[in-house]
T-cell receptor
Framework: NAGVTQTPKFQVLKTGQSMTLQCAQD?????MYWYRQDPGMGLRLIYY???????DKGEVPNGYNVSRLNKREFSLRLESAAPSQTSVYFC???????????FGPGTRLTVT | QKEVEQNSGPLSVPEGAIASLNCTYS??????FFWYRQYSGKSPELIMS????GDKEDGRFTAQLNKASQYVSLLIRDSQPSDSATYLC????????FGKGTHLIIQP
């Protein structure tokens, strides 16, 4: 049981490049989330998906898109990366009704 | 704008003592409250959840909730050096609002 997995672990992009961060969970959870964590700012919600086929914006959605590919997978796409998107990105999932979220190991992204 | 406030610390506690971490939140309608532990360079790890007023104990950890005062706390008894980490308070349901965390240092 791997829990929540994320790929890649590290990534360096140039301004304007695009990339997709991948997240998968094997806990049969309905809800999945993307957060970013910046020094001095704490964790902030980017997007979430309460169930397969639905997505909703969080606190900081600008510059990102998401896809809930199936119940297991939830991807985050940066279409045109900017230095302000340099951050650590965490994916999380939760079981229905409990709201206890379990986090993946994170992706450390640097945009130059 | 929902807010969760924590003292950033560092909070320094002698080994074996009780560490007390506090958190206040702005959304009076909040129903779910969580404490996460995060070691440097690692992801947040859920250590406690609490949903109703009062105390909830799990091993050396006790979470306390007072909805009238919009206050959540975490007590760590018999603190160990391995408890040294940043503790994040989180509030909400679909999508959590996190505090910025309290850096706890347990001194041997």
């Amino acid at each position: 049981n791997a829990g929540v997995t994320q790929t890649p672990k590290f990534q360096v992009l140039k301004t304007g490049q695009s990339m997709t961060l991948q997240c998968a969970q094997d806990m049969n959870h309905n809800s999945m989330y993307w957060y970013r964590q910046d020094p001095g700012m704490g964790l902030r919600l980017i997007y979430y998906s309460a169930s397969e086929g639905t997505t909703d914006k969080g606190e900081v959605p600008n510059g990102y898109n998401v896809s809930r590919l199936n119940k297991r997978e939830f991807s985050l796409r940066l279409e045109s990366a900017a230095p302000s998107q340099t951050s650590v990105y965490f994916c999380a999932s939760s079981a229905p009704g409990l709201y206890e979220q379990y986090f993946g190991p994170g992706t450390r992204l640097t945009v130059t | 704008q929902k807010e969760v406030e924590q003292n950033s610390g560092p909070l320094s506690v002698p080994e074996g003592a009780i560490a007390s971490l506090n958190c206040t939140y702005s959304d009076r309608g909040s129903q779910s409250f969580f404490w996460y532990r995060q070691y440097s360079g690692k992801s947040p790890e859920l250590i406690m959840s609490i949903y109703s007023n009062g105390d909830k104990e799990d091993g050396r950890f006790t979470a306390q909730l007072n909805k009238a005062s919009q206050y959540v706390s975490l007590l760590i008894r018999d603190s160990q050096p391995s408890d040294s980490a940043t503790y994040l308070c989180a509030v909400g349901a679909d999508g959590l609002t996190f505090g910025k965390g309290t850096h706890l240092i347990i001194q041997p």
